[in-house]
């Protein structure tokens, strides 16, 4: 759980810390640059999650977000072996889990 | 959500295109891909330059097609190279036309005898997703593993043959660069015809396979049959199956809100598990030699740096190195034009022939320095990877005006030439994003209004200094840049919220691996630019000029040679990149001798003539006479054009360019019929946002016919243009006037 913690975005509110210790889960675009983790939903309808699948962000899918881009947005992010590139709102729809 | 499950077509059981069916007809093979795949690649070290490019009817997709000769004894393959696709539920135009091919669908078009699918080697399960919908359309499959050095390199080890067995399929490793396993895929490809493919391999919840049960009755087909119509967005036809469907879904939706994700993730699974069995190799966390120059390229402070860098080259490269080749042009139709009237009598058609045909022809050609430079780095950067981390680092900018990311590429272009800034538009997928890209392309203010902006400040502006060292004249065309960004940004804002209206365009953006870029890709892009460019907006071009030609040139003054030639060849011959109309380049030194006093009789007679004097009431809001209206009106030729045109009017002669005393005299000297000077500083002005923000250019209107495919849209674009650029002369010329600048 503290390692949970410390991948946390520190911008992120009480609220969905409090969210996140029960599960352990947040979405992609609360990610610290660096962490790791595994998706567990793409919560998103329409042609934008179904993209996002289709580009590998799957359910289970190891997910590591290399960096964000110079005005903040969109993140970079690596899975399956390959760098996509997503929009934080979109990255907001994939909830994952933390991995030490 | 929609169905990849197709197969509408009975199964090919019988070789459709088997030793006997080779005399009728040529084998059909479709190259089907992931972008950045090395698709082109192979389809280049396939056919050679065995190719051509068209559109797919009534969208402007481009149908590449070649010739493969499969093996030396036999009939060779006509080889179709489909669009970049990641998945064949069509999100983007590309991938519904890639899908219909695939399925047969596509008028004019074969359904494919083999569809061999381009896989990366070293981004082995993504591309394999796509593998799995081609399967499932139950054609022949082949797999071209590409890129297999590469990943020897990076220590993944792919079992080919294993790889294979767990696809069901042939599996060839192919380098196109050095031509090895191109004979091993013909062979494939040729033992691939007729047979059947194992189609959906992968299995679903138990909870949904019980659906898909319940609505298949029994057999294979049954079941991929009720996958597809749970699945995919159209409900079947037959009522009774429809209900059936409709109930399914429902039922699915109570138990799992996410039921259509099924199929997808169940494909990764699958895909995990082949390439679980097939790859060996660590694929290590150490950082790859991409994410090392990333750390530069896209860094927070160098990114923009080396982007600015980058763009840098390239508009250097369309705005000044790109105007030695388009005056040796210039020059080269001046002189045939010189010599078609030394060996023709003179008369109407040399005139026609000279001065409407050769300068028309030029006016097209002139284009292909800039097009082709343009398209030589946009080549490069796709080729290179870097293209993609462009659109990364210019995408939150861009999307404050509703754009994409990769709408930035085009529209810097634009401040060159709007003509291959519209071309480049087509790397955006989304129509919508597309045209208002296109829309909004001719607001950068181009190098063919640079002598517009040369001869108003020269004439009025030319000494005049603010506080003493601030040039007013550099200040105006700087002001006159940023008008045209300016409304560029409100038009793009309005088109995205009124007739173009959608989301903001997603961005789901594959960071591909950096790569030399393969200069024969390279070469073959600018080549298919070129010749696209001549071939479609070619001409329209030309007739446009000849159109307007004849509107300089009838009803004919007197026996005096038709000047009103000489304006619009001197607009094309002349060339669109700011290069001014000089002596040398116009022709017809022999045939200036008609007198320019001849010449401005005859223009002023001529249906432009007359047309000036009907558009006067209209244009005198804006402190235009009618004299200018006619210069208004030839410039639709190309901005440039007012330049030679006036000279004309003026009496200096034809050959005047833009900083040529006589002219600028002319022009601070001429009159209205009361007497008052013609030209005053704000009618300068006001006549520089005019031509900042109207579509004086055939051209553009020639090139978004054949980008948008139809008439409506470059129209559409003359007339709003048009209403911007008079209603924002309006407002310069009254407001100036009631400010006591008049």
Not at chain 1, 69 to 75: F, I, M, N, S, V
Not at chain 2, 493 to 516: Q, S
Request: a neutral charge; one cysteine or more.
């Amino acid at each position: 759980m503290s390692i949970a913690y410390a991948a946390l975005n520190p911008t992120a509110n009480i609220l969905d810390r409090a969210e996140t210790f029960e599960t352990a889960t947040v979405s992609l675009d609360r990610l610290r640059v660096g962490a790791h983790a595994r998706v567990l939903a793409v919560k998103g309808e329409g042609a934008v999650a179904r993209r996002l699948m289709e580009m590998g962000v799957v359910p289970g899918a190891p997910v590591r977000v290399v960096k964000c881009a110079p005005l903040g947005d969109p993140l970079e992010v690596r899975v399956r072996n390959y760098h996509l590139a997503l929009r934080r709102s979109e990255a907001q729809t994939i909830s994952v889990v933390l991995e030490s | 959500m929609s169905s990849t499950l197709e197969s509408p077509s009975p199964r090919t059981t019988e070789p459709a295109g088997g030793q006997a069916e080779q005399a009728v007809r040529p084998l059909v093979v479709a190259l089907a891909g992931n972008p950045n795949a090395g698709k082109t690649s192979l389809f280049n070290a396939l056919t050679g330059l065995r190719q051509k490019v068209a559109n797919y009817p009534g969208v402007t997709v481009e149908r590449k097609e070649g010739v493969w000769a499969l093996a030396p004894d036999l009939r060779p393959a006509r080889l179709l190279d489909l669009p970049g696709l990641y998945s064949l539920d069509a999100t983007s135009i590309d991938e519904q036309i890639a899908h219909d091919v695939l399925t047969g669908r596509m008028a004019d078009t074969p359904a494919p005898d083999v569809i061999v699918a381009v896989v990366d080697a070293t981004n082995l399960e993504r591309n394999l997703y796509l593998v799995t919908q081609l399967l499932e359309t139950n054609r022949p499959v082949v797999v071209a593993l590409t890129m297999f050095d590469l990943a020897e390199r990076a220590k993944l080890e792919i079992d080919v043959k294993r790889l294979g067995e767990s696809l069901g399929v042939r599996v060839v490793a192919v380098t196109a660069r050095q031509r090895r396993g191109l004979d091993e895929l013909a062979h494939a490809v040729l033992s691939a015809v007729g047979v059947e493919t194992p189609g959906v391999c992968w299995r679903l919840s138990p909870r949904a396979e019980e659906e898909v049960l319940l609505l298949a009755g029994d057999g294979a087909a049954g079941r991929e049959a009720a996958l597809r119509d749970i699945y995919s967005d159209e409900l079947p036809p037959d009522a009774a199956r429809r209900e059936a469907v409709e109930q399914a879904r429902e039922r699915l939706a109570r138990s799992n809100p996410q039921w259509w994700q099924e199929p997808l993730t169940a494909r990764y699974r699958w895909i995990e598990r082949v390439a679980e069995g097939s790859v060996r190799g660590t694929q290590t966390e150490r950082p790859s030699t991409t994410e090392r120059i990333d750390r530069v390229v896209t860094h927070r402070l160098f990114g923009p740096v080396v982007l600015l860098l980058v763009m840098g080259v390239v508009f250097q490269a369309i705005f000044s190195w790109a105007t030695l080749p388009m005056d040796l042009i210039d020059r080269g139709f001046g002189a045939l034009a010189e010599l078609t009237r030394a060996h023709m009598p003179p008369g109407l058609l040399t005139d026609l022939l000279a001065d409407g045909v050769i300068a028309g022809v030029g006016g097209v050609l002139v284009f292909l320095p800039q097009i082709l430079l343009l398209f030589f780095f946009i080549a490069l950067l796709e080729d290179s990877g870097y293209m993609s981390r462009a659109a990364f680092l210019m995408d939150r900018l861009m999307r404050g005006v509703g754009l994409h990311g990769k709408a930035f590429m085009p529209l810097l272009s634009s401040f060159a030439c709007a003509i291959p800034g519209i071309m480049a538009t087509r790397t955006i997928e989304n129509p919508k994003d597309r045209l208002a890209t296109i829309m909004i392309a001719p607001f950068m203010s181009c190098s063919a209004r640079l002598p517009v902006y040369t001869l108003m400040i020269a004439a009025f502006f030319s000494e005049k200094k603010l506080f003493g060292f601030v040039s007013v004249g550099a200040l105006l065309i700087l002001s006159m840049y940023l008008l045209g960004i300016t409304v560029a940004i409100v038009v793009a804002w309005i088109l995205k919220h009124t007739i173009l209206k959608a989301p903001p365009p997603p961005l789901v953006l594959e960071l591909p691996p950096y790569r030399v870029p393969n200069l024969v890709n390279v070469a073959q892009a600018m080549r298919t630019r070129a010749w696209l460019f001549v071939k479609r907006a070619g001409t329209v071009i030309l007739t446009i000029s000849i159109l307007l030609w004849a509107l300089m040139t009838f009803p004919r003054a007197s026996h005096n040679p038709a000047p009103g030639a000489q304006v619009v060849a001197a607009a094309q011959t002349a060339s669109q990149t700011g290069i001014e109309p000089t002596g040398e380049t116009s022709q017809g030194a022999g045939q200036a001798q008609g007198g320019a006093g001849e010449a401005s009789e005859q223009l002023q007679q001529s249906f432009a003539g007359r047309l000036g004097h009907v558009i006067e009431p209209v244009i005198a809001p804006l402190g235009f006479d009618w004299k200018m209206g006619i210069g208004l009106i030839a410039s639709f030729a190309a901005r440039e054009t007012i330049v030679s045109t006036l000279s004309i009017i003026y009496n200096v002669g034809k050959d005047a360019d833009a900083s040529s005393p006589s002219l600028i005299e002319a022009v601070r000297n001429a009159k209205r019929p009361d007497g008052s000077p013609a030209w005053t500083p704000l009618v300068a002005v006001s006549m520089m946002v005019f031509f900042v923000l109207a579509l004086q250019c055939m051209s553009t209107v020639a090139v978004v016919r054949r980008e948008t495919n139809s008439w409506r849209w470059p129209l559409f674009m003359v007339a709003y243009m048009l209403v911007i650029a008079y209603a924002a002369s309006f407002v310069t010329y009254q407001g100036g006037r009631l400010l006591g600048l008049g």
